[in-house]
């Protein structure tokens, strides 16, 4: 390499970097507020905003609310296991609601409030006045109830099925943001007063005058913390449904339920098992309980608590003072490494201050992409000044380096000497995995020619699905594709996103069909495989060669799931983290539980039926997993009569439904030949 002769550098006078670090500062806080305000930008600073806040909320120290004011009583796991042992499935009948009802007030219960919709009349036939008797129990309650409902499109509440007197209740309207994380809470739903508002109201309590506008949840914890500690006091309504028959001492002590734990509460009714479809998302958990939101925010409401947000002017001025110091710390120093580590100093200072007040007793949140964007910009123009006024010496030495390297290379040197490394970043993503059902033996079929002809035509029809709901297409392997969604852009509604594609696959191949046999194929039949679960996201591979990529665990799951829907003749599995995030925009059922090879643990595993109220054929779709779920039930009882004739009667409606055929093979199978005491009904699969 031939030398270089370097100019010699002026010194810059002290005063001039002062002043070009406050120039530099205030341009930078003008650009950043402005920019909040620029269609695309704004929205990509408000998800950096929610990010934080969530990522704020995980660190904050837990407040326990097991002492406090509000007690659940929730349907459980428990509950759904123990009363599916006596023949009573979800939702529960409502005499029990009833006797709960009576139990809670004789206990001294201040306030009982139902996070439990009752819209329609009840179903179960054999309980004959079971919505009488829960009536009942409200019209000779003495204590304060509040009942949920869905507040509707023309601002009213929804149905109450029981024929109580309304002057015995409150409606409270619990709808709740589906798919989004709930971070604010709106106290007045479609001109109907919320649950939490009614609740309060109920109490005696008067409404914070800052409660007329939706508020930001002051959240006191995780739903369940790492050593299994609640920040509420939970109670399975499978112990009050037990304790309200207890006639004597020794029987309320055998349900494990002290009324005393009742007196002068609110106690709230809900539900949290995933089978109750109650779950949402919280900026402390993707998976949180609707009703333990509602029980934050009638504390929030008791309290006068709520997460305070700095207006703009303070938003501001912590944006100047960031990027001031941010461009301070970069035009000081004279090596990069101490620049670089007063960038991160100023960061740190500006993000630990953010932290502080939002760990105090009332929450102070501090919207922090205004400010961090400033101190990027700030940063940036700090960087430019100094490359333009001190750093001569390294331009010539990357200019240099230029006539010996790539200019990859040379970027990479101008953008960090130290250069890139090779890391992923972690994220909850979901992934898809399809494969073309009996590829082999159609190449054996085809020439080389016509196979690739035929292959490009699938692909070329099958990628724009993905990119269409602005998903990744990672590779083709063979005949099968992968692509992934929330990532390299954040995507709240990933599972969505994939489910869709998947379902706009399966109608899509239907459609290219006559193509596709023109080309040689006899039956083309995609089948499809998807799991959301946390994923290493980045470019990977060697230093010459990357791959922009998904790895981990629930990746491998995802493609688990593809070939597992030979053993059930399915198209379109979804495992159950997937289920939980779209059942409210999907129509999915539960086929089976299944240890797939390679996995100890059984999971429960969902078929992708249609998109709710996109599909002609939904009512058959409805009918189709209501029937295989209940006779899928019969079937983990061991109660194999029962659970072949509703299989029975499904194929008798719906003749093609391949999934029911099978399982009612295994059910002909299990009882000629019964399992056994120690069999738990999951179906262990042999191959990929």
Not at 94 to 118: N, P
Not at 475 to 495: E, T, V
Not at 537 to 551: A, C, I, Q
Not at 611 to 626: N, Y
Request: proline share 5%; with cysteine.
């Amino acid at each position: 390499m031939r030398r270089l002769r370097l100019g010699k550098l002026h010194a810059q006078h002290p005063g001039r970097k002062w002043l070009a670090a406050g120039a530099i500062a205030l341009l930078a806080a003008l650009l950043s507020t402005t920019a909040r305000h620029v269609p695309g930008l704004s929205t990509a600073a408000v998800l950096l905003d929610d990010t934080l806040y969530d990522t704020f909320y995980r660190i904050r120290p837990v407040e326990s609310r097991a002492s406090g004011d509000v007690i659940l009583v929730v349907v459980d796991d428990r509950s759904i296991h123990e009363l599916a042992e006596r023949g009573v499935s979800w939702p529960f009948p409502r005499d029990l609601w009833g006797r709960t009802v009576g139990f809670l007030e004789r206990s001294g219960a201040k306030v009982i409030a139902f996070d439990i919709l009752f819209e329609t009349p009840s179903g179960y036939e054999k309980y004959v006045g079971d919505d009488e008797a829960f009536a009942t129990a409200i019209n000779d309650a003495k204590v304060p109830l509040v009942i949920a409902t869905l507040a509707t499109g023309d601002g009213r509440a929804g149905p109450f099925a029981p024929k109580a007197d309304p002057a015995k209740y409150r409606l409270g309207a619990v709808n709740l943001r589906i798919g989004k994380t709930l971070r604010v809470y709106e106290p007045t739903v479609r001109s109907q007063p919320s649950l939490a508002v009614r609740t309060l109201e109920a109490a005696g309590k008067a409404v914070p005058p800052w409660a007329t506008e939706p508020f930001r949840l002051h959240y006191y914890g995780p739903h369940q913390q790492a050593d299994g500690k609640r920040t509420y006091t939970y109670l399975s309504a499978i112990s009050i449904f037990a304790a309200s028959k207890a006639k004597t001492p020794e029987q309320m002590q055998a349900s494990g339920v002290d009324p005393n734990l009742f007196k002068d509460k609110i106690v709230l009714l809900g539900a949290i098992s995933a089978g109750t479809y109650d779950l949402k998302s919280a900026p402390l958990s993707e998976i949180y309980p609707g009703v333990e939101v509602q029980a934050t925010a009638i504390d929030n409401l008791l309290h006068d608590q709520r997460v305070v947000q700095a207006g703009l002017s303070t938003t501001a001025l912590a944006a100047f003072a960031g990027a001031l110091l941010a461009a301070t710390l970069v035009l000081i120093p004279r090596k990069t490494l101490h620049k670089l580590v007063g960038v991160i100093v100023a960061a740190a200072v500006l993000v630990g201050s953010a932290i502080l007040m939002f760990r105090g007793g009332t929450i102070l949140w501090l919207p922090l992409a205004s400010p961090l964007t400033a101190l990027l910009a700030a940063t940036i123009g700090a960087f430019a000044w100094s490359y333009y006024t001190e750093d001569r010496n390294r331009r010539l030495i990357v200019k240099a380096f230029g006539q010996y390297v790539s200019p990859a290379v040379v970027a990479e040197i101008e953008k960090d000497p130290a250069r890139i490394r090779l890391t992923g970043d972690r994220h909850v993503m979901t992934v898809l995995f399809t494969d073309i059902e009996g590829f082999t033996s159609l190449s054996e079929k085809l020439e080389d020619e016509r196979l690739t002809e035929l292959l490009n035509y699938y692909f070329d029809e099958m990628e724009p699905l993905i990119f269409a709901e602005d998903g990744t297409l990672d590779k083709y392997i063979g005949d099968a594709i992968m692509g992934f969604w929330n990532a390299p852009l954040p995507q709240s509604d990933h599972a969505f996103r994939a489910c869709r594609t998947a379902l706009e696959m399966e109608q899509r191949e239907r459609n290219i069909q006559p193509e596709l046999v023109r080309m040689g194929a006899d039956r083309c039949i995609t089948r499809i495989g998807i799991n959301t679960g946390p994923m290493v996201v980045g470019d990977m591979g060697s230093r010459s060669r990357f791959n922009y990529t998904v790895l981990g665990d629930s990746v491998n799951l995802g493609a688990r799931l593809e070939g597992a829907n030979k053993f059930y003749g399915s198209r379109i599995l979804i495992a159950e983290s997937t289920a939980v995030l779209v059942k409210d925009r999907f129509i999915v059922r539960r086929l089976d539980l299944l240890q797939v090879k390679g996995k100890k643990k059984p999971m429960p595993v969902y078929e992708l039926m249609a998109e709710i109220g996109k599909s002609p054929d939904e009512s058959a779709f409805l009918d189709r997993a209501q029937r295989y779920e209940a006779s899928w039930a019969l079937y983990r009882l061991q109660n194999w009569e029962d659970a072949e004739a509703v299989l029975q009667d499904l194929l008798s409606r719906h003749p093609t439904d391949i999934p029911a055929a099978m399982l009612l093979a295994r059910v002909n199978e299990l009882k000629s030949h019964p399992p056994g005491e120690g069999w738990d009904g999951v179906y262990v699969a042999k191959g990929k």
